[in-house]
């Protein structure tokens, strides 16, 4: 053990054969998938164990079971995924994933999971945004607070090792290029530890805390990213930031905390301040015909929901078409500017959600959550008033490029990344609700590839002592005072402006082309910031660590953006307006460690997609659904 000059242990060493890195539902399904295949796992988490990010996943779990409308199953999931990723999906995860989604969903239910239920006693579902059918098992809108629950409670009876309020700073490898440990820290004391390692899961969310209006929490830094990328495998489709619809306007202590879909799957409004229903004006080409083109038929399709979850009619008596605030969240929230911008907008620069035409009591059955948040954080009782939303950066698209059956980073064997830090199930516009499903699918994934490298792996080649000690020299400069460097807080509110104002929902190519020197200065900055005080209780010092993540995580978007010029999904180009198929369809943007902490772009064509699996994508959702013979 390495001591310091007063004899004290620089760190602690622990030996695992898997380290889950997040305790959301990916890094949880991951250990759990782990620990059953006889590997000791340890968890390391940010927060405390039940206060994952995946919690605020409100309004239900995708997956095709065809509960409600019997329509449904795993070909048009298939379908509505690609679609709503414009094709830039991985096609082999899009498929694993609506496959593999309802045994997920069921495997919960028997771990103990509470679902809401059709009158038949089924899982209930309800309908989201770009689904065909209703397709998201839920829990009232806390639906993200229960997976959450099922699986804590299943963890902790795995035998899982869990380091609560740990944050990993740093991944080794051995001589072979093999992952061998990772540094960690405990954030209320500052204490070291190593843990070696033969396979490391990155299940550590997004980057929402680079922005200044977020819908996301404090933990999303963009850790998994940075940690990937430093050891050496790929970032992809980093451009694709999705800015949720429904952020809350009002009051600003509050701004951008999630307004759930869920809402407009049990028939909210959308209303400017004209009092219209503006979203029949913004209704693209491509889906034209699936959605509704009056009012009254919107409402029609509402009424016939409610029809169909009472038994009163069948699937086939369903024939009212989707109400236009169904579109995927892209188109959404875009329209949503569009109005704020043109003036239609509210004065506190939003757009009005009503659910209040419905009986106050179904409200607060459906959205206990969001009666309760409006409630007691904006003064507002939903069932008698409209809410004030608008976009706010939720998730991202782009993460680790990993194998669709394992979960491994191609370029470094034994690291693994699931849920929104990996990349491929999306595209270039998550659909909302796959977020939930893609946690507990290639969680599950990820966990028995991790598990099975980790048993064939020969013994390690151990972690350089010398590596460890460097690295936490590194951090332990970040303490100082004032005078001697800026301060983390400083640093962080200019690259939370420098991304909300630049690399927003509209990028051009003169702003994107400023964010990128900008990004190389704060970069600098970040790595010259000074936190007063000791290890202990010390925000700024966590602050200052995290930096090292965002910038990295802001850069990779950056390049991205930068080298699309295109308009698809969660990437809007004020200057490239349109969707060019013929020079940016069917090709992934990669950025690359050079090998010296440079970043690379690199274009990446998409492997072409199997003909049985091309035919579902041309196809209509009647053609391929259950009743159409699939």
Request: charged share 25%.
């Amino acid at each position: 053990m390495s001591t310091s000059r007063f004899g004290v242990p620089k760190y602690k060493t622990h030996t695992f054969d898997v380290v889950v890195v997040g305790a959301g539902g990916a890094g949880l399904r991951a250990a759990i998938e782990s620990a059953a295949r006889g590997r000791k796992t340890a968890v390391i988490c940010k927060s405390l164990l039940g206060k994952a990010h995946t919690v605020m996943a409100e309004g239900g779990a995708a997956a095709a079971m065809g509960n409600v409308d019997n329509r449904d199953n795993w070909k048009v999931h298939f379908r509505d995924t690609m679609k709503g990723g414009r094709y830039l999906n991985n096609w082999r995860m899009a498929e694993l994933h609506a496959k593999e989604a309802p045994e997920r969903i069921r495997e919960l239910e028997n771990w103990g999971a509470v679902f809401d239920r059709t009158k038949d006693g089924w899982i209930s579902q309800r309908p989201f945004g770009g689904h065909t059918y209703p397709r998201l098992a839920h829990v009232g809108d806390r639906t993200g607070l229960e997976i959450i629950r099922t699986l804590q409670d299943k963890g902790i009876h795995s035998g899982l090792d869990v380091f609560m309020e740990y944050t990993v700073v740093r991944i080794f490898k051995d001589a072979e290029g093999r992952v061998s440990g990772c540094l960690a820290y405990e954030r209320e004391n500052g204490e070291f530890h190593l843990f070696k390692t033969k396979a490391v899961v990155l299940c550590t969310g997004g980057f929402g805390k680079a922005f200044q209006v977020t819908s996301n929490s404090w933990e999303y830094t963009g850790d998994g990213y940075a940690l990937a990328w430093l050891a050496g495998a790929d970032l992809q489709d980093m451009e694709f930031i999705q800015f949720h619809p429904t952020g809350m306007v009002w009051p600003p202590s509050v701004r951008g905390i999630l307004v759930t879909e869920g809402v407009r799957g049990e028939g909210g409004r959308l209303t400017n301040t004209n009092g219209e229903r503006f979203m029949f004006r913004y209704v693209p080409d491509m889906y034209k015909g699936e959605f509704a083109e009056t009012e009254e038929e919107a409402n029609q399709w509402v009424e016939q929901q409610s029809q169909l979850k009472s038994g009163a009619i069948t699937a086939s008596q369903s024939t009212a078409r989707r109400p236009p605030e169904l579109l995927p969240r892209d188109i959404v929230a875009r329209a949503i500017m569009a109005e704020v911008k043109s003036g239609r907008g509210t004065p506190r620069g939003g757009v009005y959600l009503d659910i209040s035409w419905r009986a106050p009591e179904y409200v607060r059955a459906k959205l206990p959550s969001m009666y309760h948040q409006f409630k007691e954080l904006a003064g507002v009782d939903i069932t008698k008033e409209p809410m004030e939303v608008g976009p706010t950066m939720h998730y991202t698209m782009g993460g680790i490029v990993v194998d669709p059956e394992t979960q491994m980073t191609p370029r470094v064997p034994g690291l693994f990344a699931a849920g929104e830090a990996a990349v491929g199930l999306h595209g270039a516009n998550r659909l909302g609700g796959n977020s939930l499903t893609d946690l507990l699918v290639f969680g599950k994934r990820a966990g028995e590839g991790a598990a099975t490298y980790a048993a064939a792996a020969s013994a390690d080649g151990g972690v350089v002592t010398a590596e460890v000690e460097d690295a936490i020299d590194h951090y332990l400069g970040f303490l100082g005072e004032e005078e001697e460097g800026e301060s983390p807080f400083r640093v962080w509110e200019d690259l939370q402006n420098l991304m909300q104002m630049k690399v927003g929902m509209v990028r051009f190519k003169e702003e994107l082309q400023d964010a990128l020197e900008e990004i190389q200065s704060i970069k600098k900055r970040a790595w010259a910031v000074k936190a007063p005080g000791g290890k202990m209780f010390n925000p700024g010092w966590h602050v200052a660590m995290d930096l090292q993540f965002m910038v990295i995580a802001c850069e990779a978007a950056i390049r991205g953006a930068l080298t699309r010029e295109e308009s698809r999904g969660g990437h809007t180009r004020g200057d490239f307006t349109d969707t060019d198929e013929a020079k940016w369809g069917g090709k992934n943007v990669l950025l690359r460690n050079s090998g010296d902490n440079r970043m690379e772009v690199v274009i990446q064509p998409i492997a072409p997609m199997p003909p049985e699996l091309k035919k579902i994508v041309d196809s209509k959702a009647e053609d391929i659904s259950t009743k159409g013979g699939a």
